[in-house]
């Protein structure tokens, strides 16, 4: 399975910045021991074209040219630095270049990415650029120059905020679907209309969590009764677990894992490819976010398993993926 990194283009923080910028370094240094059949890729940066498929080109120029006034630079919570620009630039190109992977393979990931706060012409959130907004009007139009055919894609974004980004940017496209579902005393504190919210209590556990998924991957599909999404963002976050400093959710590391199982399944039996971005996870314990993370990973990657399983079962013309090590 591909997965995308952009963790070498860190950027400077302010002293006593609270952003856990490590994470993303801890994740790839977690995956390359501990995940051996992910084939790790650095991302191409994305390019100002395939931004302004999601975002105004003002916009884009201000931020790349430094030019963000203080009070919009301070929505998004990091000072302005050239690296801020590339890196920001690098997530995105993560999460395109694990799309395409996706539609190839059935199962790809960024190792960041999932920045949903960040609207058309304004950041917020630690979020510049909407990856996985950026990311599926690319992949539209990439299809439909290829097929002639119209890509539906769903975005089911489970990190523990709302999604009010991506309900903003497609809040008038039938064709891109946005789930969101989040602690409803959470920020952002005034939330754009997804078209599927749901938002959860303080203090929700693994139970109710995976009652509400449930009911919310039920209401998804009933929506696509006419026809299914062809490709799904998958915003993993790890932030709604019970140790983060942020969420206000209680949800277990074996709660999560349950979590991920469960879109990846519901996806995998519908034959729609998964793009995977880590989205947001802030623990007391940093290691905590990590293993959540990881876990992420080893789910998209026994996931992955079975496509290139059932690929091959339907079609013995396919040929297997060079020996792969097995997940230990
Ligand atoms: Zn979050």
């Known amino acids: 399975m591909l997965a ?14 609270r952003f856990p910028l490590d994470k993303y370094r801890l994740l790839h240094e977690a995956v390359r021991r501990d995940l051996p059949g992910l084939r790790l890729r650095e991302a191409e940066a994305a390019t100002d074209g395939e931004l302004a498929l999601a975002h105004a080109p003002g916009y884009i120029g201000d931020v790349a040219e430094g030019r963000l006034d203080a009070a919009r630079q301070r ?7 050239p690296q801020l620009v590339e890196r920001s630039r690098r997530s995105v190109g993560a999460t395109i270049a694990a799309a395409r992977a996706a539609l190839a393979e059935g199962v790809a990931a960024n190792l960041a ?19 996985a907004a950026v990311a599926a009007r690319l992949m539209q139009a990439e299809w439909h120059r290829r097929r002639r055919a119209l890509l539906r894609v769903a975005l089911i974004d489970l990190d523990v905020h709302q999604g009010n980004g991506s309900a903003a940017i497609f809040r008038d496209d039938p064709t891109v679907f946005t789930l969101s579902m989040h602690g409803e005393r959470n920020f952002p504190f005034r939330k754009e209309a997804s ?11 693994d139970a109710e969590y995976l009652a509400a998924l449930d009911a919310a991957l039920a209401a998804l599909w009933q929506h696509h009764a ?59 314990v940093i290691a905590d976010t990590v ?16 496509w290139q399983h ?6 013995p013309r396919v040929e297997s993926p060079a020996a792969e090590p097995d997940f230990r």
């Open 310 to 315: 059932n690929r091959r079962a339907m079609d």
């Open 291 to 306: 293993a959540v993370q990881l876990g992420t990973l080893a789910a998209a990657y026994q996931s992955w398993r079975k």
């Open 4 to 17: 995308y990194h952009s963790d070498r283009f860190a950027l400077p923080l302010a002293p006593g910045h």
């Open 195 to 205: 078209d599927l919210d749901v938002a959860l209590p303080d203090g929700c556990g």
């Open 113 to 131: 990415g999932g920045t949903h706060h960040a609207q058309a012409d304004r950041g917020s959130g630690y979020c510049v650029f909407n990856d």
């Open 226 to 284: 006419q026809a299914l999404p062809g490709l799904i963002f998958y915003l993993a976050g790890a932030d709604p677990h019970e140790g983060d400093r942020l969420g206000r959710l209680k949800l277990s590391a074996a709660g999560l894992a349950e979590r991920d199982r469960r879109v990846l399944a519901a996806a995998r039996e519908r034959a729609i490819p998964v793009a995977l971005a880590m989205a947001g996870g802030y623990g007391h």
């Open 75 to 81: 929505e998004i919570g990091f000072d302005w630095s």
